[in-house]
């Protein structure tokens, strides 16, 4: 099995460590930020950033020096910087390792890029659920204070910083950028219409950077260890590692860090441990519930932004799902589309309604009420919430159904022609939605 | 267009300012582009996705509500990925919607009928159940079907951003979002119904009109509200001769489409079926309807035989607040040209008579400033702490002003800066609030005149000797009497001076706590003083703005006995010609009148009940004209039907000045006449027919005999000479410095849904504050053992009235120590309270006054 360096897991898997603040410093830990302290300007931090070619880990994938750069340089009043943390998307579970068990990394992380934008607030928006990660970054923000490597003045720069631990309250859309903007000003979590985009009108109007948890914890790294070493590793356009968060029927389910552009079939058979016995392979869900659907013939395609994009779906938040050939891909997309149909925030047309809608066909399809004009209608209802919704959670909620519609259809035919699910014939489902 | 921005819509090469957006661009290309949640007054919010554009260079279509127009920019909408997209959204809209078309009150007038009409195929594709919401009620008078709902927002936005009562929001999410009260809480409503009016749907309707009428039946016509002086342009939708719902159109009128609960659930006292609709004498008590004919001849000969009797001055007038400024001037003439008496007043003496004779004694005029200014200002100090209630659209304007332009407001009053049910309460959104003690506004602004005064510099507009005279007729006044008498500090005091100064626009309103309460004309001329020295009057964007409640309180401005004196402080006062308001009353008590001609007013209400019941028994003929059997009309040996304000054609001028069209909805209900046309039929009878031949005639007569406004150098050597007169300041009588332990400072005012009398005959209005109560603080309540709509005992230390019992109702908008009595339930108090009259402009002053409250014992 190829091994990698790994940047992100090495500190937490080194044995005995604990994340806490002096364990962090012995692994060379807030060297960066001393390093940008005492004597690299904030520009030339975000140019570093932009020449590593770091591009955030959230989601979209955007370059986050140019994100960084798109603030406003002299602008008067406060800018913010919130990191995302609310890790909601099914089937990921990376940043929660890296808060549980290395908070300062993504904490140095922030410091810095709060340095480089000229932010002197930053808020920690962590997922409601993680109650012990939120008391762990609390602990050690405090820690921070105590070293005098938060507030004022910080290692005797003329730099000032705070920051807060916001929790959510349990709405997936809470993790879109601007529902997050939202709700940490006390509002409904409702994403907004862009534009304008956070960079000049985010947390309370200001000029705002939303980054990743993963994507700020290698910012240290990249200021200690240089762009080119960074931009060395992965493909030319997909720089750094990334951690996959594996799940499914194979024999080792778990986080990995690799560097961007190996295979699936590498990450599938020899990181996760292949299939387990018996199982064989049916299809990957590649970037989180919101990417589009692979199959087994997709296993060579290569786990780097463009690749899979081009192959048709995305490397989003970066939890791979692998379903075996027992799973029925109606009953897998219904159950997402119950998830996307729960998490639709209401605040659009097309999702709102549209999300209701989907629902209640897949589950006619899926208990045996499905009639053939229903794939027809599935794929113009997904037509029609694509690219026409305030945020990105509608078009996440059609990939689902219209790749298995694309990869799966015969499945959905069986449903329909046999008048139940091939794969739970005696299955009795509840029709009406909500 | 100061900075044009060109674009191609629709292949349409189109030219507009910088800033506008797309959907309002594509106007202008001639294209209306469907849309739900787009409304000019709120922000985008761009939620509903029905506006979308395809735009060049940009793969995904974009809605255009929130798209601001660029350089160059090449947009279409008549594309087929547009319609597909148009069809999309509307059919998600439709899927769910209950297709209840014909028994909504929306229908005809939906917007998601008209563009369901024109951007969905005819069949629906919608095969699935149904989601249902139940029916529900937000109150009283509004009525949520959500089912309907396209979850625009509207409502919630404008609650939110115009009215800032946010008494909306969504609740859920989903699928199953609707619009709801904040966490189930009972709504804090300000019921201007504006949710209803924005809504695009039927999802929110009003109760009051549940049903009523189907929009295309109704004739609409525009007119102006009556409630208050704010000057409202709303529209009468009437079928046959009743008034169906009132409505107000976006952008128009000097209330821009906004109106408040009296304007819009207000018009039920129209066809209300206590109208007076024959003419009745009163003889021996016994009433007895006759014809017009015979009650015409009948005032004609007796005011006839009365002037040749006792002579014409032996016949006094007084026509109140809701007559057009036509009726107002034909009365004058009636009663001056005709019958020969010069004993006429009008409602204005009722406040209004100390702004108009004060401003015109200091500036040759009272119109210093406009609404706009007040949107425009930087700052707003404000004597007018229940502007929310007594004047809600000038209200709306004040907080367009704090929201949207981050104005500052100042407020001066005896309310508490806590607010309960009423969010927009404005001494809440003050950047500062001076909570005064109740009655002191005119000590603190002599305070603010000295520190003003003493910090002037001369200028060419502020002369070294007037400042001097200010600085000496201010010396004898201490900081520390003004701090013992209002409670507010020098230091306080100073800070809102340097504010209101320095700002660059600065507007100063006042309301009828100073206008309508003791010593009101020298606080007005004082108010003058003060705005002088600071600089904010007489200059573009600043002014002074006085509220009032009449319709017509522009449009009458020294009542019908008294003109302004001409010029100058030295002889302040006015030249007398008749007798006002409480003379009249006073020499009818004496004997010295014998007949008296009521329009519209009810003195027996406004002024000291016994004292005016009293005065009338001595009465040869009284002659009331009336909408309803007031106490007043039930004095009367003639009870002349009136008709109202939706039955006539007249002018309102507005408290801003703005002389407005006041329309016919409906013919007159009964045989009553518009007061013009029986003054007309009188006059025909004395054998002195005025020949007019329409209300258009008396206007244009009534318009040459104004005065023409005074020019600019006209204004500015009239204040120069305001200037140049002596000044003497004496502190006005402590109101709170009575030495009575445990007194309640007691206040009669307007309230939200209820302006005098007429409110108490619309419905409407009624559901909302259904019980009469006296309003008291929690924590005086607490304090004297007593619940919310517990009876209490209210008694006069000053008067020998006896006592009253009335329950209250709970308000943290009330200072501790003082007592809040809505005028519509007050002739009682007023019994009890003090009473006198302006020395210069004899304005009565009864509506303030300190009471004792105790616990009714309860017979066990
Ligand atoms: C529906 C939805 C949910 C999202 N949830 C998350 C999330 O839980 N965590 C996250 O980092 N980004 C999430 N994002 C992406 C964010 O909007 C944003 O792009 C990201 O935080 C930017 O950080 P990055 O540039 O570092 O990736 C979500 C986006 C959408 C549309
Ligand atoms: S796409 Fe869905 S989640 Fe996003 S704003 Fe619209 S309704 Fe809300
Ligand atoms: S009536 Fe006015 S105050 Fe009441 S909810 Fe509607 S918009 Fe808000
Ligand atoms: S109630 Fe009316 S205005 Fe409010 S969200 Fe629904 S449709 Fe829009
Ligand atoms: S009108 Fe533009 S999105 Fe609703």
New binding site residues.
């Given amino acids: 099995m190829p091994t990698y360096e790994k940047i992100l897991l090495k500190n937490m898997e080194q044995p005995g460590y604990t994340g806490s603040l002096s364990d962090y410093r012995k692994t060379g830990g807030y060297m960066a930020l001393e390093k940008v302290l005492k004597g690299i300007a904030p520009a030339e931090v975000i140019d570093t950033i932009k020449r590593s070619g770091l591009r955030?880990?959230?989601?979209?994938?955007?370059p986050?020096g140019v994100?960084w750069s798109f603030i406003p340089k002299d602008h008067p009043g406060p800018k913010y910087l919130c990191c995302?943390a609310?890790?909601?998307?099914p089937g990921t579970f990376k940043?929660r390792q890296l808060i549980e068990n290395d908070p300062h990394q993504m904490l140095e992380g922030i410091t810095i890029a709060c340095y480089a934008i000229g932010a002197q607030t930053a808020y920690v928006y962590i997922?409601g659920e993680f109650f012990l990660g939120a008391k762990i970054i609390q602990g050690a923000i405090d820690e921070l204070y105590q070293a005098q490597l938060l507030g004022k003045k910080i290692l005797g720069s003329n730099f000032n910083l705070d920051i807060y631990v916001h929790r959510g309250a349990g709405a997936?859309?809470c993790?879109?950028?601007t529902a997050?903007l939202e709700s940490i000003e006390g509002k409904r979590g409702k994403p907004r219409t862009k534009p304008p985009f956070p960079a000049t009108h985010g947390l309370y109007q200001k000029p705002t950077v939303?980054?990743?948890?993963e994507?700020?914890s290698n910012v240290p790294h990249i200021i200690n260890r240089g762009p080119e070493w960074f931009a060395a590793i992965g493909t030319a356009k997909s720089t750094g590692t990334r951690i996959f968060s594996v799940s499914g029927p194979v024999n080792r389910p778990g986080n990995y860090e690799v560097p961007l552009g190996i295979t699936f079939r590498e990450m599938i058979e020899e990181h996760a441990g292949g299939m387990k016995e018996g199982k064989r392979l049916k299809a990957i869900i590649p970037g989180g519930a919101?990417a589009s659907f692979f199959t087994s013939e997709h296993l060579d395609v290569k786990m780097d932004f463009e690749s899979v994009a081009a192959a048709g779906s995305m490397l989003g938040?970066g939890g791979v799902t692998v379903m075996d050939d027992e799973t029925c891909m109606v009953a897998a997309t219904l159950n997402l589309l119950e998830f996307f149909h729960h998490e639709s925030c209401g605040k659009c047309t097309p999702c709102r309604e549209g999300s209701a809608w989907l629902l209640q066909i897949l589950r006619r399809i899926e208990g045996g009420e499905g009639r053939r004009e229903d794939l027809a209608q599935l794929e113009q209802l997904s037509h029609r919430i694509e690219g026409m919704t305030i945020?990105?959670?509608g078009d996440?909620e059609v990939a689902p159904i219209l790749s298995t519609l694309k990869h799966f259809r015969a499945e959905y035919e069986a449903h329909i022609d046999e008048k139940h699910c091939p794969f739970r014939p005696n299955l009795a489902l509840a029709m009406a939605v909500p | 267009m100061n900075h044009p921005v060109r674009l191609t819509f629709n292949g349409k090469e189109i030219e507009v300012e910088k800033g506008t957006l797309l959907i309002e661009a594509a106007k202008v290309a001639g294209a209306e582009l469907p849309h739900f949640c787009y409304h000019p007054k709120l922000k985008y919010d761009a939620n509903c996705r029905m506006c979308i554009v395809e735009i060049e260079k940009m793969p995904k279509l974009q809605t255009s509500c929130s798209t601001v127009v660029a350089e160059g920019m090449v947009v279409r909408s008549n594309t087929d990925r547009v319609k597909e997209a148009q069809n999309g959204v509307m059919a998600f809209l439709l899927g769910n919607h209950p297709l209840d078309c014909p028994e909504c009150d929306q229908g005809g007038e939906c917007q998601l009928q008209d563009f369901a009409h024109r951007y969905s195929p005819t069949v629906g594709s919608f095969g699935e159940t149904k989601r249902v919401f139940e029916k529900e009620y937000f109150g009283p008078l509004i009525e949520k079907e959500m089912n309907r709902c396209v979850s625009c927002l509207r409502c919630v936005r404008y609650c939110d951003e115009v009215i800032g009562a946010n008494a909306l929001g969504s609740m859920d999410r989903g699928s199953v979002t609707e619009i709801g009260g904040f966490a189930h809480h009972p709504l804090d409503c300000e019921f201007c119904g504006g949710c209803i009016q924005i809504c695009p749907v039927g999802a929110l309707t009003s109760r009051a009109s549940m049903y009523d009428y189907r929009p295309w039946q109704v004739k609409k016509t525009d007119t102006i509200c009556t409630y208050c002086g704010d000057g409202c342009l709303m529209t009468m939708e009437t079928i046959d001769d009743k008034v169906i719902r009132t409505s107000s159109k976006l952008g128009v009128g000097r209330n821009e489409g906004d109106l408040c609960a009296k304007g819009f659930f207000g018009y039920g006292f129209i066809n209300h079926q206590e109208r007076l609709t024959r003419p009745i004498i009163i003889q021996n008590g016994k009433m007895q309807q006759v014809t017009w004919e015979w009650a015409i001849k009948k005032a004609a000969s007796d005011f006839m035989a009365i002037k040749e009797k006792y002579g014409p001055e032996a016949i006094g007038g007084i026509i109140g607040a809701h007559s057009t400024n036509e009726e107002t001037y034909l009365f004058y003439k009636l009663m001056r040209d005709i019958i020969g008496t010069p004993h006429v007043d009008s409602a204005a003496r009722y406040g209004d008579v100390n702004a108009h004779q004060a401003l015109n004694a200091a500036f040759s005029t009272t119109c210093l400033m406009r609404y706009e200014d007040i949107v425009g200002a930087d700052l707003i100090l404000s004597f007018a702490g229940d502007m929310t209630e007594t004047n809600p659209i000038c209200a709306i304007k004040v907080k367009e002003a704090v929201r949207k332009n981050k104005a500052k407001l100042i407020a001066i009053d005896a309310f508490n800066t806590q607010r309960d049910t009423y969010k927009s309460h404005l001494p809440h959104i003050a950047s500062l609030h001076l909570q005064i003690k109740m009655g002191t506004e005119g000590v603190v602004i002599l305070g603010l005149i000295k520190i003003l005064a003493s910090q002037a510099t001369p200028s060419p507009v502020l002369s070294a000797d007037y400042i001097q005279r200010m600085k000496q007729a201010t010396e004898s006044i201490s900081f520390e009497m003004i701090e013992a008498i209002s409670g507010i500090s020098k230091a306080t005091l100073g800070e809102v001076a340097k504010r209101y100064a320095g700002a660059s626009k600065a507007v100063l309103i006042v309301g009828s706590a100073i206008t309508r309460n003791s010593n009101g004309y020298q606080n007005m001329l004082n108010i003058a003083d003060l705005a002088l020295l600071a600089g904010q009057v007489a200059k573009e964007g600043a002014g002074i703005l006085a509220l009032t409640d009449c319709p017509n309180g522009g449009g009458d401005p020294s009542g019908g006995s008294e003109r302004p004196a001409p010029v100058g402080r030295e002889n302040a006062g006015v030249v007398t010609r008749g007798k006002t308001l409480v003379e009249i009353i006073d020499a009818v008590e004496r004997g010295e009148i014998k007949a008296l001609y009521i329009v519209g007013d009810n003195p027996v209400r406004s002024l000291p009940q016994k004292r005016v019941e009293a005065a009338f028994k001595k009465l040869d003929l009284l002659i009331c004209q009336e909408l309803f059997m007031t106490e007043t009309a039930a004095a009367a040996d003639i009870v002349l039907p009136a008709a109202s304000f939706a039955e006539k054609e007249g002018h309102y001028t507005s408290q801003e000045g703005e002389a407005q069209k006041v329309r016919k909805a409906i013919d007159p209900i009964g045989t009553s006449k518009p007061d013009w046309a029986v003054f007309s039929l009188i006059a025909e009878k004395m054998n002195a027919p005025f020949g007019f031949k329409s209300v258009n005639d008396i206007w244009k007569e009534r318009v040459l005999s104004l005065p023409p406004a005074p020019t600019l150098e006209e204004m500015v050597s009239h204040i120069d000479a305001f200037c140049a007169a002596p000044r003497q300041f004496i502190l006005p009588f402590a109101a709170s410095s009575n030495g009575i332990k445990d007194l309640f400072h007691l206040q009669v005012g307007k309230t939200l849904s209820h302006a005098g009398k007429m409110s108490t005959y619309a419905d409407g209005l009624n559901l909302i504050t259904p019980n009469q109560s006296i309003l008291i603080h929690p924590d005086d309540a607490e304090r004297l053992g007593i619940v919310a709509g517990e009876t209490i005992e209210i008694s006069f230390p000053n008067g020998d009235t006896g006592s009253i019992q009335m329950p209250i109702a709970l308000s943290n908008r009330l200072a501790l120590g003082t007592l809040f009595v809505p005028e519509h339930c007050s002739m009682e108090i007023k019994r009890g309270l003090p009473f006198e009259t302006d020395p210069v402009t004899h304005v009565p002053y009864g509506n303030y006054g300190q009471v004792r409250l105790s616990k009714v014992a309860v017979a066990v």
Avoid at chain 1, 56 to 62: K, V
Avoid at chain 1, 210 to 213: G, I, K, P, Q, R
């Fill in positions: 955030g880990r959230g989601g979209a994938g955007f986050t994100k995302n609310d890790e909601s998307e940043d997922r997936y859309i993790g879109e950028e997050l939303v980054n990743n948890v994507t700020l919101s938040s945020c990105a959670f996440a």
